[in-house]
């Protein structure tokens, strides 16, 4: 198996992973679809300035646990998409979409 298909592998596994915990954390679809268009927050940094204002360990801790669980996705994207000549649509385009979801 070539090192590219590991890699690809690997990311595929990652993506799955974070899909299921970021949204389908045991939750029934019905209840997914109501939170996304009811309860939608699309307004940038409000709950995390909402947070930051009753700075708990809770919240330390899911911050933390937020930017971890994304690390993956920065460092075996570029790794996944060398053949792309400029660097900038190797991350940003599919960060970009990965964040509006």
Do not use: C
């Amino acid at each position: 198996m070539s090192t590219s298909m590991v890699i690809a592998s690997i990311f595929a596994a990652y993506m799955y992973v974070v899909v299921k915990v970021i949204l389908f954390k045991l939750h029934s679809p019905e209840i997914i679809m109501d939170q996304l268009t009811v309860r939608a927050n699309l307004t940038p940094f409000h709950e995390i300035v909402t947070y930051f204002k009753q700075a708990t360990l809770d919240i330390w801790v899911n911050f933390a646990g937020n930017i971890l669980i994304f690390m993956p996705f920065g460092m075996l994207l570029p790794l996944l998409l060398r053949g792309m000549s400029n660097p900038w649509s190797k991350v940003f385009m599919p960060s970009f979409t990965f964040s509006i979801q």
